[in-house]
């Protein structure tokens, strides 16, 4: 297995709805633990499979001690204040901005054998549920900015080295 490569705002797999897995095969117990390797360097609070160019609904975690990973994830629930929380993403390297999400976070999915499994939290861990849910629906935090900010970020990633031309 391996750290996977990132894949940067402007590669449409990135805006592209992910496909559900419905193998549970050796393939996606490779993935989830690419997964899970790619999400263990320090700094790094979840990853997608999208982030690594494979279009299936799959995401890890690595919250505060907590490392774990969700197969065909929906959100069951989003509750509390909604406030702007900063917020960056791998996908999109260097850039911050206040994001508006829920206080709490449940997400209900499947594991390898395709028994159930729920991960909730506050905090970073239900920024980090809503983030990496929304990467499987083919979004990035940026499309959740208001709109002036929105139009900060976009600015931003225009003129960053790496953005692709």
Aim: with cysteine; net charge negative; aromatic share 6%.
């Amino acid at each position: 297995m391996a750290i996977r490569e990132i894949r940067l705002f402007g590669d449409p797999v990135l805006k592209t709805i992910s496909d559900p897995i419905t193998r549970f095969d050796a393939k996606d117990a490779a993935l989830v633990q690419d997964l899970l390797e790619t999400t263990a360097v320090p700094g790094r609070a979840g990853v997608a499979a999208p982030q690594i160019g494979v279009n299936l609904r799959a995401f890890s975690y690595h919250v505060d001690g907590v490392i774990g990973y969700v197969i065909n994830p929906e959100i069951a629930e989003l509750s509390g204040a909604v406030s702007l929380l900063t917020e960056g993403c791998l996908s999109v390297p260097g850039l911050w901005h206040p994001t508006p999400r829920y206080a709490f976070a449940r997400v209900v999915g499947v594991d390898l054998q395709g028994d159930p499994i729920e991960v909730s939290g506050t905090g970073l861990m239900a920024q980090a549920l809503q983030h990496e849910c929304d990467h499987l629906d083919g979004l990035v935090y940026l499309d959740r900015l208001v709109p002036e900010q929105r139009k900060l970020a976009m600015k931003e990633l225009r003129d960053s080295e790496w953005f692709l031309r």
